[in-house]
Protein backbone atom coordinates (compact mmCIF):
# COMPACT_ATOMS: atom_id res chain seq x y z
CA UNK A 1 0.00 0.00 0.00
CA UNK A 2 2.21 2.45 0.78
CA UNK A 3 4.53 1.83 -2.47
CA UNK A 4 1.33 3.35 -4.64
CA UNK A 5 0.87 5.58 -2.63
CA UNK A 6 3.76 7.06 -2.39
CA UNK A 7 3.63 7.10 -6.56
CA UNK A 8 0.11 8.70 -6.22
CA UNK A 9 1.99 11.54 -3.91
CA UNK A 10 4.77 11.64 -6.89
CA UNK A 11 3.38 12.25 -9.80
CA UNK A 12 0.84 14.46 -8.00
CA UNK A 13 3.11 16.48 -6.90
CA UNK A 14 4.72 16.60 -10.63
CA UNK A 15 2.05 17.59 -12.49
CA UNK A 16 0.93 19.95 -9.82
CA UNK A 17 -2.16 18.44 -8.89
CA UNK A 18 -4.05 17.56 -5.71
CA UNK A 19 -6.95 15.28 -4.37
CA UNK A 20 -9.32 15.30 -1.72
CA UNK A 21 -11.62 12.29 -0.04
CA UNK A 22 -14.73 12.02 1.04
CA UNK A 23 -15.12 8.51 2.96
CA UNK A 24 -17.86 6.47 4.83
CA UNK A 25 -17.38 3.00 5.26
CA UNK A 26 -13.48 3.35 4.80
CA UNK A 27 -13.59 5.78 7.99
CA UNK A 28 -10.49 8.14 6.27
CA UNK A 29 -8.70 4.89 5.81
CA UNK A 30 -7.60 6.68 2.27
CA UNK A 31 -6.27 9.86 3.44
CA UNK A 32 -4.79 8.04 6.35
CA UNK A 33 -3.18 6.02 3.47
CA UNK A 34 -1.99 8.98 1.66
CA UNK A 35 -0.67 10.99 4.55
CA UNK A 36 1.39 8.78 5.53
CA UNK A 37 3.79 9.46 3.06
CA UNK A 38 6.23 12.21 3.17
CA UNK A 39 4.88 15.37 0.99
CA UNK A 40 1.39 14.48 1.03
CA UNK A 41 0.69 17.88 1.93
CA UNK A 42 1.29 19.50 -1.54
CA UNK A 43 -1.39 17.28 -2.87
CA UNK A 44 -4.02 16.63 -0.51
CA UNK A 45 -6.53 19.42 -0.27
CA UNK A 46 -9.13 17.89 2.13
CA UNK A 47 -10.32 14.91 3.45
CA UNK A 48 -14.37 14.52 5.41
CA UNK A 49 -15.55 11.38 7.09
CA UNK A 50 -19.33 11.77 6.08
CA UNK A 51 -20.77 8.11 8.19
CA UNK A 52 -23.71 9.78 8.44
CA UNK A 53 -26.38 10.18 5.91
CA UNK A 54 -26.90 13.60 7.45
CA UNK A 55 -23.11 14.74 6.82
CA UNK A 56 -23.22 13.36 3.25
CA UNK A 57 -26.38 15.41 2.72
CA UNK A 58 -24.48 18.31 4.55
CA UNK A 59 -21.85 18.63 2.17
CA UNK A 60 -24.21 18.52 -1.03
CA UNK A 61 -25.10 14.72 -1.74
CA UNK A 62 -28.75 15.05 -3.43
CA UNK A 63 -31.35 13.73 -0.66
CA UNK A 64 -33.47 12.76 -3.69
CA UNK A 65 -30.78 10.94 -5.07
CA UNK A 66 -30.38 8.56 -1.53
CA UNK A 67 -34.17 8.17 -1.59
CA UNK A 68 -34.21 6.98 -4.67
CA UNK A 69 -31.03 4.84 -4.96
CA UNK A 70 -30.02 4.29 -0.82
CA UNK A 71 -27.20 5.59 0.65
CA UNK A 72 -25.09 2.95 -0.33
CA UNK A 73 -25.21 3.03 -4.22
CA UNK A 74 -22.60 4.00 -7.29
CA UNK A 75 -25.10 7.35 -7.48
CA UNK A 76 -23.66 8.45 -4.25
CA UNK A 77 -20.11 7.57 -4.39
CA UNK A 78 -20.53 9.53 -7.56
CA UNK A 79 -22.03 12.60 -5.43
CA UNK A 80 -19.70 12.45 -3.28
CA UNK A 81 -16.36 11.92 -5.67
CA UNK A 82 -17.71 15.29 -7.36
CA UNK A 83 -18.83 17.47 -4.29
CA UNK A 84 -15.35 17.13 -2.78
CA UNK A 85 -13.92 18.02 -5.53
CA UNK A 86 -15.68 21.09 -5.91
CA UNK A 87 -15.61 21.81 -2.25
CA UNK A 88 -11.97 21.50 -2.32
CA UNK A 89 -11.22 22.76 -5.76
CA UNK A 90 -9.08 19.83 -6.18
CA UNK A 91 -8.43 18.38 -9.17
CA UNK A 92 -9.45 14.48 -8.46
CA UNK A 93 -12.49 13.98 -5.93
CA UNK A 94 -12.91 10.02 -4.65
CA UNK A 95 -16.19 9.20 -2.82
CA UNK A 96 -16.76 6.18 -1.08
CA UNK A 97 -19.59 4.43 0.68
CA UNK A 98 -21.17 0.77 1.21
CA UNK A 99 -21.27 -1.47 4.09
CA UNK A 100 -17.89 -3.01 5.73
CA UNK A 101 -18.44 -5.43 8.73
CA UNK A 102 -21.91 -6.60 8.43
CA UNK A 103 -22.33 -9.67 10.74
CA UNK A 104 -25.33 -10.74 8.42
CA UNK A 105 -23.84 -11.00 5.67
CA UNK A 106 -20.51 -12.78 4.56
CA UNK A 107 -19.75 -10.41 1.54
CA UNK A 108 -20.57 -6.85 1.66
CA UNK A 109 -20.70 -3.91 -1.18
CA UNK A 110 -18.80 -0.80 -1.74
CA UNK A 111 -18.91 1.78 -4.13
CA UNK A 112 -16.49 3.95 -5.09
CA UNK A 113 -16.21 6.88 -7.89
CA UNK A 114 -13.45 8.99 -8.48
CA UNK A 115 -13.83 12.42 -10.36
CA UNK A 116 -11.49 14.26 -12.39
CA UNK A 117 -12.39 17.63 -12.29
CA UNK A 118 -10.78 18.75 -15.37
CA UNK A 119 -12.55 16.57 -17.92
CA UNK A 120 -15.44 15.77 -15.83
CA UNK A 121 -14.71 12.20 -16.01
CA UNK A 122 -16.27 9.74 -13.41
CA UNK A 123 -14.53 6.22 -12.49
CA UNK A 124 -17.32 4.74 -10.97
CA UNK A 125 -17.27 0.61 -9.70
CA UNK A 126 -18.55 -1.70 -7.06
CA UNK A 127 -16.67 -4.30 -5.29
CA UNK A 128 -17.59 -7.28 -3.11
CA UNK A 129 -15.51 -7.51 -0.18
CA UNK A 130 -15.68 -10.61 2.27
CA UNK A 131 -16.09 -10.41 5.70
CA UNK A 132 -13.38 -10.30 7.27
CA UNK A 133 -11.70 -8.08 10.42
CA UNK A 134 -12.82 -4.12 9.61
CA UNK A 135 -9.10 -3.15 8.67
CA UNK A 136 -8.50 -6.10 6.38
CA UNK A 137 -11.39 -4.89 4.27
CA UNK A 138 -10.68 -1.05 4.32
CA UNK A 139 -7.41 -2.64 3.18
CA UNK A 140 -8.86 -4.09 0.18
CA UNK A 141 -11.30 -1.26 -0.63
CA UNK A 142 -8.31 1.49 -0.74
CA UNK A 143 -5.84 -1.10 -2.60
CA UNK A 144 -8.62 -1.15 -5.19
CA UNK A 145 -9.59 2.63 -5.45
CA UNK A 146 -5.27 3.46 -5.34
CA UNK A 147 -4.79 1.37 -8.46
CA UNK A 148 -7.63 2.97 -10.26
CA UNK A 149 -6.17 6.43 -9.42
CA UNK A 150 -2.76 5.14 -10.88
CA UNK A 151 -4.01 3.35 -13.73
CA UNK A 152 -5.68 7.26 -14.62
CA UNK A 153 -3.07 9.33 -13.55
CA UNK A 154 -0.85 7.33 -16.21
CA UNK A 155 -3.23 7.17 -18.62
CA UNK A 156 -4.18 10.86 -18.32
CA UNK A 157 -1.27 13.15 -16.78
CA UNK A 158 1.77 10.84 -17.98
Not at 53 to 74: L, M
Not at 90 to 115: A, D, F, M, P, Q
Not at 127 to 140: A, G, L, P, S, Y
Amino acid sequence: MEEICKKIVEILKNKNCTISFMESCTGGFLANSITNIPGASDVLKVSLVTYSTEYKEHFGVDKNIIKQYTVYSREIAKEMSRNISNIAKSNIGIGVTGELGNTNKNENRVYYSIYINNTNKYITKEITVQNDKRENMKETVADNIFKDIMEELNGQYE
